[in-house]
């Protein structure tokens, strides 16, 4: 628990002390992490033996489902446990379902174990199994093995493909289009690449929506300082849980294509849509159903993990990338470029085969299989609406519907004296809001500070991924302590 708030200072899900890329330069940026509010010192307060006013420290920060209680998926567990120690084969404490699917997978590595290195672009047979499971999500719409790129997490494609798109000096150096807010790896990625960020904003006022004119304001605004070449959309969401509609994903792909932008699809929570009404549509599927005019010419980068969804693996890192259109020499340099790192981990390799080819019906584990699943799945739609009901019955509190991911992002009001001792203490206000809730309830969220806001707005992101009755308590006290916080700085 001592190390919870050094977790919210420098974890990937939350703050990332980075300096924003605001300027063009040909050089890294150099980042040093300064500590002039004192943040690193209020560490020491969560050392063992300080007395606090709370039992436990709540780390709604970070989207780590089994770190917050979700329990694994047993069929993920009991074949990796195979393909880890292949002597449970001979066990009759494994259903033979899984060890089938270990003897398939040991089959595709080096010398038949998991230790052993794979191929830089991942194991053949997986990318195939991922190639087909995208064939089926999307009505029949056919994907090329040979355009999947098996990666450390979707992190790792996201700034792989980054590296291979920033170049130029000056007015040439090429620029990001990232939605605000945003999940920080994108400014960090830009940042540590030299690259620009070009921020557009989702409209908070119409449920977080993406529109076209908002683009076309960014984009043309750039133009003056940097070379835009990628857009970047998060669908479903982060940290704003929205799930963008068709119609939505039609216009930006026009709108990349008129633009000559690549298509960057952030899609990890692809499996996470609750609101009724909400629907995934991935970009891959609606290009295609476009025609050729879009499909044929718009460069387009999708990207899915096993972190999130109902699997909620973080640990053991692996995700995918497909790429539509990329130009043959381009993709040359781009298996260069994940050679350098060898190969994802195999062990994550072996997840990804389980989730796009889970147990079939006749299966021994399919039915056990799909009750978890959809355990956690309509958990986490209950907790979604739990989550937006409690914040929009705080007196200023406005939550948007928690259409999708795993997070909510209240907008909150702060009175001008709370504005003050935040200016005072040499802090954003959100951050002071969210360090005081730290300090006297034992809660850990991330201020809207950390993913990018409007001027004059302030946010907080919270998972929704406690158990039920601790999240209910969670939200009580949220609500007891925003009572007491007006009063202190009315």
């Known amino acids: 628990l001592h190390a919870v708030l ?4 420098h974890c990937r899900d939350s703050i990332l002390l980075m300096r924003p890329s605001t300027e063009v330069s040909p050089v890294p940026v150099q980042v040093v992490v300064k500590d002039p509010k004192g943040l690193l010192e209020k560490r020491r307060e969560f050392l063992p033996g300080v007395v606090k006013p709370f039992k436990e420290v709540i780390r709604a920060n970070i989207g780590d489902a089994h770190a917050m209680g979700q329990k694994p998926i047993t069929f993920i567990r009991q074949v990796v446990a195979i393909c880890a120690y292949p002597e449970l084969l001979n066990s009759d404490m494994m259903p033979e379902d899984a060890k089938q699917r270990a003897r398939y997978l040991l089959q595709g590595c080096n010398g038949g174990s998991l230790g052993a290195y794979s191929m830089s672009q991942g194991i053949d047979r997986i990318r195939k199994k991922v190639a087909k499971y995208i064939e089926t999500r999307d009505g029949g719409i056919p994907s090329d093995p040979e355009t999947i790129f098996l990666t450390t997490g979707a992190s790792d494609g996201i700034v792989t493909i980054m590296k291979l798109l920033v170049s130029g000096h000056g007015r040439c150096r090429t620029g990001v289009m990232i939605p605000i807010p945003q999940y920080p790896l994108y400014s960090a990625a830009i940042s ?6 070009v921020n557009y904003y989702l409209d908070e006022d119409n449920a977080w929506a993406l529109n076209v004119p908002e683009l076309r304001r960014s984009l043309n605004e750039a133009r003056k300082r940097c070379y835009p070449r990628v857009l970047c959309v998060i669908n479903p969401g982060n940290p704003t849980g929205q799930v963008q509609c068709r119609k939505c994903v039609e216009d930006v792909i026009r709108f990349a294509a008129e633009e000559n932008l690549l298509l960057m699809a952030d899609e990890v929570y692809q499996d996470n849509v609750y609101a009724e009404g909400c629907q995934f549509h991935s970009f891959k599927k609606v290009l295609f159903e476009m025609g050729p005019e879009y499909s044929d010419t718009v460069e387009l980068a999708s990207f899915h993990s096993i972190s999130k969804g109902y699997m909620g693996e973080c640990g053991f ?19 260069k470029l994940v050679s350098v790192r060898l190969c994802p981990p195999v062990t994550g390799q072996a997840v990804i085969d389980l989730i796009t080819d889970p147990p079939q019906p006749g299966d021994p584990s399919h039915e056990n299989f799909i009750q978890e699943k959809q355990q956690v ?3 986490l739609a209950e907790k979604a609406h739990l989550s937006e009901q409690m914040f929009n019955s705080i007196p200023g509190f406005q939550c948007n519907p928690v259409q999708g ?18 200016q005072a203490a040499g802090q954003a206000p959100d951050m002071f809001y969210c360090m005081k809730l730290l300090e006297e309830m034992g809660i850990c969220v991330v201020p809207g500070s950390g993913f990018g806001q409007r001027e004059g707005t302030y946010h907080f992101r919270m998972t929704i991924l406690p158990p039920l009755e601790k999240l209910k308590t969670v939200l009580e006290n949220i609500k007891g302590f925003h009572q007491r916080f007006i009063e202190e700085f009315s």
Do not use: C, H
């Not at 995918?320 to 130009?327: F, K």
């Open 317 to 335: 890192r692996a995700g995918y990338m497909e790429l539509v259109n990329m130009d043959p020499e381009v993709k040359a340099q781009l298996v």
């Open 377 to 379: 799945l309509s958990a």
């Open 6 to 9: 050094w977790g919210a200072l």
């Open 192 to 197: 540590e690449l030299a690259a620009v960020q």
């Open 405 to 422: 991911a795993m997070y909510t992002f209240p907008r909150i009001q702060l009175p001008p004296r709370a504005v003050q001792a935040a």
